[in-house]
């Protein structure tokens, strides 16, 4: 599978994305970031700092004046973007991605960067494309000042909480930002580490909450806050330790900004309809957007909304102007704190039939013509196609989509009662092509 994908670029590191081709990568993003100030930072990954040093020498070597921040998560990047007034820049990270991975994520404007921007630094890195000028490098640390604009986004709480770093980017900043605020922090994995020895860097898997469920229940902890490999998406669990879907948190979240005033909140095509449905008696305008984070963030800015959310948990904040999962962490805090437990708020939203992502592998190259013959064969059902293909219905919904970032489909359905999710599955899965479809049924025994 190719290692451009529709917001980043990411691959097996030393396999799929080699010292050449990252060289070959750099210049091509110094070609569209030539003259500009530009920030980049990178992960704990062990191929990281290799990565990262590609990076800086090729744009600087472009003509760009480059701002070195050393080795950090992703949101004190966007921080230093902001902070320093660059144009763009590059941060090295895999995100939530298994060890062996690495990659960029790309800011080359003001605007989100778009599935065209990703071919143009494909087609101009296997082009061999470059430019030169008289650029230059300047090494700044941003940690003291990040802790310090973030905390004072935030209130004072002395809630007991455990964080999950996960051995990832997070591990050197989100203890020191709980603590400055006067959280009695219980550390779990905050020790950085770019193998991962403890946990997969994805913590929207439930399973990858484990460790952090049985460390709250032995505190007697409020909550678990966990974090990605860079830190840019957050997951839960509550005081009794089990794991809170984002779809919850992203209520949650609203909520605190719908107090304040009326506004916009953006929500991804994979959610629960609890969402929206919790938006607009909150007094809230609820917009969706195609799930993956440039999608969620160009909406996010195109619609001035308060807040947005994905069910994978990237967080957005009009405060910020970016994602951050730390800020996430403190503002569900906040919200805890004020209204009571973090499990009986959950308890208290409608609970319908929502499946998790269905996932079906798919190498072949023609998922686009499948989801047109999807689209074609459910005409009838003015189908929503701002993501793959979405049906929607008074009481539920269904829709197939493909991966930006994996070689498979992904199917989700929502429904208010048993019968009703199983007859729109059923609607969907006999518009499939015959090349998917029977791995499909596979995948949904009660189809059968």
Not at 136 to 153: K, N, Q
Not at 261 to 281: F, L, N, R
Not at 367 to 379: D, F, H, M, P, Q
């Amino acid at each position: 599978m190719s290692i451009y994908h529709a917001c980043d670029i990411r691959g097996i590191a030393g396999q799929e994305l080699t010292e050449e081709i990252a060289r070959k990568i750099a210049r091509a993003v110094g070609v569209k970031l030539s003259g500009r100030k530009v920030v980049v930072g990178g992960d704990i990954r062990l191929s990281t700092p290799l990565f990262r040093r590609i990076m800086v020498e090729e744009l600087a070597a472009s003509g760009c004046e480059v701002v070195d921040i050393g080795t950090v998560a992703t949101p004190v990047f966007y921080f230093a973007l902001k902070n320093t007034g660059a144009y763009g820049g590059v941060m090295v990270t895999a995100s939530h991605n298994p060890a062996p991975y690495n990659g960029f994520k790309l800011v080359l404007g003001p605007e989100p960067v778009t599935e065209a921007d990703i071919a143009e630094i494909e087609r101009l890195a296997a082009e061999g494309a470059g430019t030169t000028g008289a650029g230059s490098v300047s090494l700044v640390d941003m940690a003291d000042s990040y802790i310090a604009y973030t905390a004072g986004m935030a209130q004072k709480n002395n809630m007991k909480v455990v964080l999950d770093a996960g051995n990832g980017a997070t591990a050197a900043f989100v203890p020191r930002l709980f603590r400055e605020l006067g959280y009695q922090v219980v550390e779990l994995f905050c020790q950085p580490d770019g193998r991962f020895p403890n946990r997969s860097p994805n913590p929207a898997l439930a399973e990858n909450l484990a460790a952090l469920g049985e460390k709250v229940r032995q505190a007697g902890a409020a909550m678990g806050v966990a974090f990605d490999g860079d830190g840019d998406r957050v997951a839960f669990v509550d005081e009794n330790g089990r794991a809170v879907a984002n779809d919850g948190i992203m209520v949650i979240i609203a909520r605190y900004y719908l107090e304040k005033q009326p506004g916009t909140i953006i929500y991804d095509a994979k959610c629960s309809m609890v969402v929206p449905e919790e938006v607009v008696k909150a007094g809230g305008r609820a917009v969706m957007a195609r799930a993956g984070h440039t999608f969620s963030k160009a909406a996010f800015i195109r619609e001035k909304a308060l807040f947005a959310g994905e069910i994978s948990g990237h967080f957005f904040f009009n405060e910020l102007g970016y994602d951050d999962g730390m800020f996430a962490g403190l503002k569900v805090c906040e919200f805890v704190a004020a209204h009571g437990s973090l499990a009986q708020l959950i308890a208290a939203l409608p609970a319908y039939e929502l499946t998790p992502d269905i996932r079906v592998p798919y190498t072949g190259t023609d998922k686009e013509a499948i989801l047109e013959t999807v689209a074609a064969r459910l005409a009838d059902y003015q189908p929503n196609l701002i993501d793959g293909v979405r049906i929607e219905f008074a009481d539920g919904w269904g829709m197939i989509r493909a991966s930006v970032t994996e070689p498979l489909f992904t199917l989700r359905f929502e429904a208010k009662t048993h019968e009703r999710l199983l007859a729109i599955m059923r609607i969907l899965v006999e518009a499939l092509p015959e090349v998917i479809q029977g791995a499909v049924r596979e995948k949904l025994p009660a189809l059968s």
